[in-house]
């Protein structure tokens, strides 16, 4: 099982991983997912509310669980939207394509060029993606949960944000450790021996983003 297997396992577990990480915001999914549709929103996220663990520390991973619907295309974007100008510091990006429809998803994805970004009060942590009423995604919630102390579920239309009624299952952590994750994902993943990817997964290298999806049989 890969380093990106354990995190996605984990995360539906416990707060803490086995891997030298510190999470911020977790919220695992119910046993009958529910979703918010990106259909007249185009980003879900979770805002950094006063006093939330966040502040003042980079994110290096979002952990987040999603699903399709119909036949989209194109990138799905994860961002930290800052607070003051609602700039973006990029995550990572993947594409929809990949998956397929109407089946709930596990992904981590991680800046392997070590975001140095540290958050401040308000800024929230982003999903990102084009409104769709047919060919679309969404992310899942937990239906009775509520958020975390001092972070809040929100969503955007395009012009204005607002908090959701239920809280995105997203998780975002940091490393234990200092320096960047492309020292530590060189580690995991020498060349002696590279690493496989099960059946169930697939993993994908962009410039600076390594990610690890599993499909959940739900």
Known sequence: MSLYNKMATAALLSGQYDDGLTTFYQVDPDVTPTHIQYDGIERV?????????????????????????GLPTGPITVNVRKATDDSAVLIGIFNIEHFPAD?????????????TYNCVVNDIVSVEFPSNAVNGFEI???????????????????????TTSDPPCLGYF????????????DLEYGSSPPRSCASNAFLSFFDNVLLDVDTLSI
């Open 45 to 69: 996220g979770v805002r950094l509310d006063s006093g939330a663990s966040a502040i003042g520390s980079p994110i290096k991973s979002v952990w987040l669980r999603f699903r399709k619907y």
């Open 174 to 185: 940091r490393p234990n450790f200092s320096g960047d994750l492309k020292n530590e994902n």
């Open 140 to 162: 899942t919630t937990h239906s009775t949960a509520g958020n975390p102390t001092n972070y809040s579920g929100v969503s955007f239309n395009g012009s204005s944000w607002s």
């Open 103 to 115: 089946t709930e998803q596990s992904l981590v994805i991680r800046n392997r060029q070590g975001n």
